[in-house]
């Protein structure tokens, strides 16, 4: 009981540490602000860990609410990178921390409804890789989701001449395009590398490679989809609000994948 209370408190600590950088994003001008939103970012980060390091101690949990802390996490930590690597891409925290924020969200609150606590499982080295790479590729389809969205609301902003409430908080929309190219081609190569060690996977424990199931069905298909995406923005000029859609299209496949399936067999039928 008094295990479960600490979790409880450390959850709640982990959602409020995601507030002072998601807080600071909407701030407008923030440039000159760099290292201080780094820090906030690197705290924000940090809660969440500290809250996965505990909650990890008997073993990987297999339930939704785990599976929402862990893509926060994982996305948190990308974009941590990213912003490191270009300043510019600090922009996009104004629509990524607050989904962020509501994710965490949503994941204490189904802690404090049901506990949360799905099944445990022992990570073997292919389960192991499995999980890093659809963690990976969900992480980079979810900076590539919003750096598309950036690109929506940017070039709507500039057909209708109208400076919109997000238009000086985000990217610029070249770099946002830069963004959401790079984004989309690293989140591909990260998906097969999930794809395939769970294609490995699946061998190994039934003799086959691949099973009909919703997550499989889903995942194929978000490889396919942005596959296509991308030939089409790097070989046939497909950008702008046009190509914005489909990456989020591929970003709604590969969501019903992950969480998706997580949701419906640990939330919905339980």
């Known amino acids: ?64 609410s785990f599976t929402l802390w862990v893509s926060v996490a994982s996305s948190l930590l990308i974009f941590l990178l990213l912003c490191i690597c270009r300043r510019e891409a600090e922009r996009l925290a104004v629509l990524l921390l607050p989904y962020l924020l509501g994710l965490s969200l949503l994941a204490l609150l189904i802690d404090q409804v049901d506990g949360g606590a799905g099944t445990s499982v022992d990570l073997e080295t292919w389960l192991l890789v499995h999980i890093v790479g659809a963690l990976g590729a ?30 000086d908080r985000l990217p610029a929309l070249a770099v946002a395009e830069w963004l959401e190219r790079r984004l989309l081609v690293t989140g591909e190569l990260v998906l097969g590398v999930s794809i395939l060690s769970g294609m490995a996977l699946q061998y190994i424990n039934s003799g086959y490679l691949l099973d009909s199931n919703h997550k499989t069905l889903f995942s194929l298909a978000a490889f396919a989809l942005i596959a296509i995406v991308i030939y089409l923005q790097w070989y046939a000029g497909f950008r702008g609000r046009r190509a914005g859609r489909w990456v989020l299209v591929g970003y709604l496949l590969l969501s019903l994948a992950y969480p998706g399936v997580k949701f419906v067999s640990g939330v919905l039928l339980t």
Do not use: H
């Open 1 to 64: 009981m008094a295990i479960m209370s600490n979790l409880s408190l450390i959850s709640s600590v982990a959602v409020l540490s995601l507030l002072p950088a998601t807080l600071l994003s909407w701030r407008r001008g923030q440039s000159g602000s760099s290292l201080l939103f780094l820090v906030l970012l690197l705290a924000a980060l940090g809660g969440v860990a500290c809250y996965l390091i505990l909650r990890v101690s008997d073993g990987w949990d297999s339930g939704f």
């Open 138 to 167: 969900y992480a980079f389809a979810t900076l590539a989701a919003v750096s598309a969205l950036a690109v929506f609301l940017q070039e709507r902003g500039l057909k209708k001449k109208q400076t919109g409430v997000f238009s």
